[in-house]
């Protein structure tokens, strides 16, 4: 065991670890070490904490191969035989990149590795991480260039839970008070070995040129740079929480029942607080943030009396504005060109299904049978037909035909009837039609599934039809049904 374990006094950094991670003494840590001089300090003064019974957890080393590299099987070796000596469980993953993918290459492999660790960690555990103060700075300088606002300016908060795609991933940043500079020097007390990525070198990318040109310049002239600018990380977070407050407390006057913005308290609210509100409402909802000309055109649409259903795109999703409502619905695709024909002699024998575009689910057509094996009728999704109906055709699109539905008393045309059912816009053109084929007759409408039997063919009205054709149809629709 290395001598320094056995010391009854602790580091500087031990200390630091042993405050920050008091909070999380029910939980495993994992440690996720990449072999550099600052996640095998972070290594090896936990393990330390743990000899001496300060840190009492389950222990688990992750490294993450993102494959950029070839020197990434020696890397893994190194971590690996780094937890062999200290006793430490070791795990590796290894994650593929696209590199022909739009995204950047560091954001995938940011988002791959962060899946990696979710995978290790599972529903108790907490990814401990080494960032530091230096890497604070940077994150603040490269959300500066980006023309971030408070948010993005706070850069990394000591603790964070991210939404990956295998679900909630909480990070503990403990070091983010303690310079490289204070961890290198730890690392040469202790006379430990660490592995040195090629790539660090590269100042094509943004993070490598601000290390290694733009911090130490700005150090030269303000020594006390590193510490200001970390300072003031934190007081955006402090503003970015009170924001928050703000936000959430508007967002629940805002909030109807069906999850959506109520347009008339959104537009009671200034324009900074409409911004942080609407933000605040798509990050609940896991969406990318808007940019402040989308924010801008949104509130201007909403004001607007010459649009009746404004709608504006947010990252892959659209917010549309129906009545007095603001909804967030996803990107849906055109499927006016859809047409299917039903043969009525294949339902006879068995069901058919029909899947829907566009993620909309599926129509089962049936013949429903009760225990006497005589034909039975759902009277919520069964249809009668003529007994000389052919088939049955399912699309999205029409010419407005003038319809009966099972809850009127009149005849109305078919756009005004959903415009009645209260139905937005958008789901208007995504609700299944079925019409019916008769010998020398135009396509009758039957059915707007999932909202009406035209009265000619529904059970309550058409009970007496002779030696009626009848047919069960259910939509079985997806989360995507608008």
Not at 275 to 291: D, T
């Amino acid at each position: 065991m290395p001598s320094h374990q056995m010391s009854s006094s602790l580091s500087v950094i031990q200390q630091t670890l042993t405050d920050r991670l008091q909070g999380y003494s029910t939980h495993a840590l994992i440690i996720a070490c990449s072999g550099g001089v600052d996640s095998i300090v972070l290594l090896h003064e936990i393990s330390a904490l743990v000899n001496i019974q300060k840190i009492t957890n389950e222990v688990t080393v992750c490294y993450v191969d993102h494959g950029l590299s070839d020197n990434a099987k020696t890397w893994h070796n190194f971590v690996k035989t780094q937890c062999e000596q200290l006793g430490l469980v070791f795990i590796g993953k290894q994650v593929h990149l696209n590199k022909e993918a739009n995204q950047s290459l560091e954001a995938q492999a940011r988002n791959a590795r962060y899946n990696a660790l979710k995978e290790v960690s599972g529903e108790n555990g907490v990814v401990i991480t080494a960032h530091h103060q230096d890497d604070q700075v940077e994150t603040f300088l490269l959300a500066l260039k980006r023309g971030a606002g408070i948010k993005g300016l706070g850069a990394m908060a000591s603790y964070t839970t991210l939404h990956t795609a295998r679900g909630k991933l909480a990070i503990v940043r403990p070091l983010l008070a303690v310079s490289r500079q204070e961890i290198e020097k730890r690392a040469q007390q202790l006379k430990l070995t660490w592995i040195e990525d090629e790539s660090n070198t590269d100042q094509q990318f943004d993070r490598n040129f601000l290390r290694q040109a733009v911090v130490p310049l700005l150090s030269k002239r303000w020594s006390g740079i590193n510490k200001a600018v970390a300072r003031t990380a934190g007081h955006c977070q402090d503003a970015q929480q009170l924001l928050d407050e703000v936000a959430s407390a508007d967002l629940q006057q805002c909030l109807t029942a069906t999850n959506g913005l109520s347009i008339s308290q959104l537009l009671s609210l200034s324009a900074s607080r409409f911004n942080y509100v609407i933000r605040y409402y798509l990050e609940q909802e896991k969406q990318l943030m808007p940019s402040s000309h989308v924010l801008t055109e949104l509130r201007q649409q909403l004001f607007s009396s010459q649009d009746k259903t404004p709608q504006v795109k947010v990252g892959t999703k659209w917010l549309r504005r129906y009545q007095e409502t603001l909804m967030l619905t996803d990107n849906f695709a055109d499927i006016s060109a859809f047409k299917q024909r039903i043969n009525l002699s294949d339902i006879t024998l068995k069901s058919i299904s029909l899947v829907l575009p566009d993620s909309l689910g599926r129509l089962v057509f049936s013949l429903a049978r009760d225990k006497q094996d005589e034909l039975a009728v759902d009277v919520d999704n069964s249809l009668l037909l003529p007994q000389d109906t052919t088939e049955l055709i399912v699309t999205f699109n029409h010419s407005n035909p003038v319809c009966l539905p099972d809850f009127r008393q009149h005849s109305r045309a078919l756009k005004k009837v959903l415009q009645e059912l209260n139905i937005p816009p958008w789901q208007r053109k995504r609700t299944p039609l079925v019409f019916c084929s008769e010998p020398a007759k135009n396509d009758q409408l039957v059915s707007a599934v999932g909202h009406f039997v035209c009265q000619p063919y529904s059970p309550q009205y058409s009970s007496g039809l002779v030696n009626a054709i009848k047919v069960n149809v259910r939509w079985l629709a997806s989360d995507n049904s608008g």
